[in-house]
């Protein structure tokens, strides 16, 4: 005798196949987030960097970045390895790449939460780091955020307000990368540093 109706028992096993679908899926991202983060503390795309990559790192993304366009990114690690060369740039457009990463380094006072803007990139990931000083970072998910000022293509950048996110203090202890789907605030001032030295290296996103 069946105790379900044919209807009841497709609507059933479809349920429990779609929930099997989504734990498998659960298992494969948590398996792919943990490949992903191994695969950072090796420090195997690291060559001779010293600095250390901030803690909170989207892993899947920089591994997927990283081996899509591996000759690039050693050539971005290079650079930001020269630590010594890095104290002594002047303030300027430095070549690292062609178009799939160029530098710029600058020297200019920090901001105060009413002047630092949340802001994200489309065509090129962030990689930001402090050279001599220190400044205070916000990262938060775009799309947590709300837009602004609209994505413009021709300055590769859209500008958010947020109350949430998570902050860091920048130190030349780390670097930090910051890809299109998440938003940033950089160059808040921290008490007793009014400006800081930094680097900024622009890298192409790979779609």
Request: proline fraction near 4%; glycine fraction near 4%.
């Amino acid at each position: 005798m069946n105790i379900f109706p044919v209807n009841k028992k497709i609507m059933l096993i479809t349920a429990l196949v779609f929930m099997s679908s989504l734990v498998i899926a659960q298992t494969d991202s948590a398996k792919k987030v943990k490949a992903a983060n191994k695969w950072v503390k090796s420090k195997a795309w690291a060559k001779d960097l010293k600095i250390q990559v901030y803690a909170d790192i989207n892993s899947v993304e920089f591994e997927r970045q990283y081996k899509a366009s591996k000759a690039t990114w050693d050539k971005v690690f290079q650079f930001l390895a020269d630590s010594a060369k890095l104290a002594t740039l002047a303030p300027g457009k430095y070549p690292v790449d062609g178009e799939n990463a160029y530098a710029s380094i600058t020297d200019v006072p920090t901001r105060t939460p009413e002047a630092a803007k949340w802001e994200s990139h489309r065509k090129y990931i962030d990689l930001q780091y402090v050279i001599r000083g220190e400044e205070k970072i916000g990262v938060d998910a775009v799309a947590s955020a709300t837009v602004t000022v609209p994505y413009n293509e021709t300055k590769d950048g859209a500008n958010y307000t947020d109350d949430g996110g998570k902050y860091y203090i920048a130190t030349p202890k780390e670097f930090y990368l910051f890809f299109p789907s998440e938003a940033h605030r950089p160059n808040l001032k921290v008490d007793g540093y009014d400006t800081d030295k930094k680097l900024v290296i622009k890298i192409k996103y790979v779609q």
